[in-house]
Antibody
Framework: VQLLETGGGLVQPGGSLRLSCAASGFTFSSYGMTWVRQAPGKGLEWVSIIGHTGVTTYYADSVKGRFTISRDNSKNTLYLQMNNLRAEDTAVYYC??????????????WGQGTLVTVAS | DIQMTQSPSSVSASVGDRVTITCRASQGISSFLAWYQQKPGKAPTLLIYSASILQSGVPSRFSGSGSGTDFTLTISSLQPEDSATYYCQQANSFPFTFGGGTKVEIK
């Protein structure tokens, strides 16, 4: 199982960026997926989650209305469209596979992360 | 939102010591709790899910317990490779919040 994030970089405040997460080694279309971020020197912050079909999505309040999670099951790829970026969005963004069993959920495995820096 | 509070925020212990990390939820979350380990510069990895089930491949010196609001991660005999930051995460309801982390250092 492998997850590879791409698309990070330097962007100005108010700008946009789209992250991608290419999945391999498992049946991508059968699993929910999630994005988690980590600001420099800080802890983990859950960002967003999407169901296996792409119909169901949830967001953290800090990104709601600005970020959009989506997926293309034909390409085994997860996306995070980030608009109106703020300095506080600066972080390493990780994608992870969501495992759900008997109503419980956990994230395994995680990708290596991609760094997003919002600065002028 | 459910708040997850970890303690201590850091701990320094010797090889072979028993280390205990606690995680408290602001409301009951049944057993919907996971623990992750993160080493510097690396992505987190899953240690324990459903509060007490050890992920495949994780050494048996790691164990988890608890339900409701109070949870514990125990390292029974600390090893040098256990130097890392540990996070709890609740999956009872959205948003799936993480604890603030506990940094474990080797004396």
């Amino acid at each position: 199982v492998q997850l590879l994030e791409t698309g990070g970089g330097l962007v100005q405040p108010g700008g946009s960026l789209r992250l991608s997460c290419a999945a391999s080694g498992f049946t991508f279309s059968s699993y929910g997926m999630t994005w988690v971020r980590q600001a420099p020197g800080k802890g983990l912050e859950w960002v967003s989650i999407i169901g296996h079909t792409g119909v169901t999505t949830y967001y953290a309040d800090s990104v709601k209305g600005r970020f959009t999670i989506s997926r293309d099951n034909s390409k085994n790829t997860l996306y995070l469209q980030m608009n109106n970026l703020r300095a506080e969005d600066t972080a390493v963004y990780y994608c992870a596979k969501k495992v759900m069993v008997r109503g419980d959920n956990w994230f395994d495995p995680w990708g290596q992360g991609t760094l997003v820096t919002v600065a002028s | 939102d459910i708040q997850m509070t970890q303690s201590p925020s850091s701990v320094s212990a010797s090889v072979g010591d028993r280390v205990t990390i606690t995680c408290r939820a602001s409301q009951g979350i049944s057993s919907f709790l996971a623990w992750y380990q993160q080493k510097p510069g690396k992505a987190p990895t899953l240690l324990i899910y459903s509060a007490s089930i050890l992920q495949s491949g994780v050494p048996s010196r790691f164990s988890g317990s608890g339900s409701g609001t109070d949870f514990t991660l125990t390292i029974s005999s600390l090893q040098p490779e256990d130097s890392a930051t540990y996070y709890c995460q609740q999956a009872n309801s959205f948003p799936f919040t993480f604890g603030g982390g506990t940094k474990v250092e080797i004396k």
